[in-house]
């Protein structure tokens, strides 16, 4: 049976929302790509079973520190995307980040119309970027743009909370100790023991073996941090590569970010898409 990750784990820090895409242009790969860069973002389609207008109310009123990207070449039933964005704008001010994608158009004319609508008649934050028909540009592009907003919050990565079957082992003097892992980033993890372990912050352990949600890996660890964790310890590792310099070696942080970017996006969605459902029943006349 799979754990239930409290709302507030899955809601805090600051995310971005790619809202009816083209994804000639922003593919789903991205996605993953970004987290690598500190972001945590998604992609919102059009369907027929939960208005665009809904799915967006849902978004901003579950996740309140949030950065909307609308893609305004999208043809949506119901939505004029100029005067869709202004009412968003107007409704919520701060409270949101607002951008705008479109594919790049042929005249400067037409670019400088957009601009000037979006960035100074709505006063939108985060941009009016017109994307490449080379879509390998356009990661360069909008990673530019949520840099510029701080799309990452008040984190450097991305951190995924671990199920309670994750664990970590390791040899210190023949003496084995073994922990539970309770989040993983690219760079750090924290792991909590029943006793403490015999290493001092700024100490180094080799070879730990670290299970996370099935992902099993060997690495070393620098111990940055720890401190008393519900009757037990918790310590705050760095990961170190084998020549000693922070962070993973290419071939397992590539592993690592698959792991979290899955762990992480399938919470959102889950949540997502439930109130979603309960949405669309409620539109449908259904009692939820």
Same mark, same amino acid.
């Given at each position: 049976?799979?754990?239930?990750?409290?709302?507030?784990?899955?809601?805090?820090?600051?995310?971005?929302?790619?809202?009816?895409?083209?994804?000639?242009?922003?593919?789903?790969?991205?996605?993953?790509?970004?987290?690598?860069?500190?972001?945590?973002?998604?992609?919102?389609?059009?369907?027929?079973?939960?208005?665009?207008?809904?799915?967006?109310?849902?978004?901003?009123?579950?996740?309140?520190?949030?950065?909307?990207?609308?893609?305004?070449?999208?043809?949506?039933?119901?939505?004029?995307?100029?005067?869709?964005?202004?009412?968003?704008?107007?409704?919520?001010?701060?409270?949101?980040?607002?951008?705008?994608?479109?594919?790049?158009?042929?005249?400067?004319?037409?670019?400088?119309?957009?601009?000037?609508? #979006?960035? %100074?008649?709505?006063?939108?934050?985060? *941009?009016?970027? /017109? !994307? @490449?028909?080379?879509?390998?540009?356009?990661?360069?592009?909008?990673?530019?743009?949520?840099?510029?907003?701080?799309?990452?919050?008040?984190?450097?990565?991305?951190?995924?909370?671990?199920?309670?079957?994750?664990?970590?082992?390791?040899?210190?003097?023949?003496?084995?100790?073994?922990?539970?892992?309770?989040?993983?980033?690219?760079?750090?993890?924290?792991?909590?023991?029943?006793?403490?372990?015999?290493?001092?912050?700024?100490?180094?352990?080799?070879?730990?073996?670290?299970?996370?949600?099935?992902?099993?890996?060997?690495?070393?660890?620098?111990?940055?941090?720890?401190?008393?964790?519900?009757?037990?310890?918790? #310590?705050? %590792?760095?990961?170190?590569?084998?020549? *000693?310099?922070? /962070? !993973? @070696?290419?071939?397992?942080?590539?592993?690592?970010?698959?792991?979290?970017?899955?762990?992480?996006?399938?919470?959102?969605?889950?949540?997502?898409?439930?109130?979603?459902?309960?949405?669309?029943?409620?539109?449908?006349?259904?009692?939820?």
């Amino acid at each position: 049976m799979e754990e239930t990750i409290p709302t507030s784990h899955i809601i805090e820090g600051r995310k971005t929302f790619f809202i009816a895409p083209d994804d000639s242009l922003l593919p789903e790969k991205y996605l993953e790509d970004f987290m690598a860069r500190g972001y945590e973002t998604y992609i919102i389609n059009d369907d027929r079973y939960c208005p665009l207008r809904v799915k967006v109310d849902i978004i901003i009123q579950t996740f309140q520190d949030s950065i909307l990207f609308f893609y305004i070449d999208s043809v949506i039933e119901g939505i004029d995307w100029p005067t869709y964005i202004l009412e968003l704008q107007s409704k919520f001010d701060k409270n949101i980040l607002i951008g705008v994608l479109y594919s790049k158009r042929p005249t400067a004319e037409e670019k400088k119309r957009l601009e000037r609508y #979006y960035l %100074f008649d709505v006063g939108i934050q985060c *941009g009016c970027i /017109g !994307l @490449e028909f080379q879509r390998t540009k356009n990661f360069g592009l909008i990673d530019k743009v949520m840099f510029a907003n701080q799309a990452c919050g008040r984190r450097q990565n991305v951190r995924a909370i671990c199920d309670s079957s994750s664990k970590v082992v390791f040899e210190i003097s023949n003496m084995q100790y073994t922990g539970r892992v309770l989040d993983v980033s690219l760079s750090h993890f924290s792991c909590a023991f029943e006793y403490s372990i015999d290493v001092p912050v700024g100490g180094r352990v080799q070879n730990i073996l670290i299970s996370i949600n099935g992902l099993h890996f060997i690495t070393d660890a620098l111990v940055v941090m720890n401190r008393a964790y519900t009757n037990s310890t918790m #310590y705050v %590792f760095v990961f170190l590569s084998p020549d *000693g310099k922070k /962070g !993973l @070696e290419s071939d397992i942080r590539a592993k690592v970010l698959q792991k979290t970017y899955q762990m992480i996006s399938d919470k959102v969605k889950n949540l997502l898409w439930a109130k979603f459902d309960v949405a669309r029943k409620a539109l449908r006349g259904r009692v939820v």
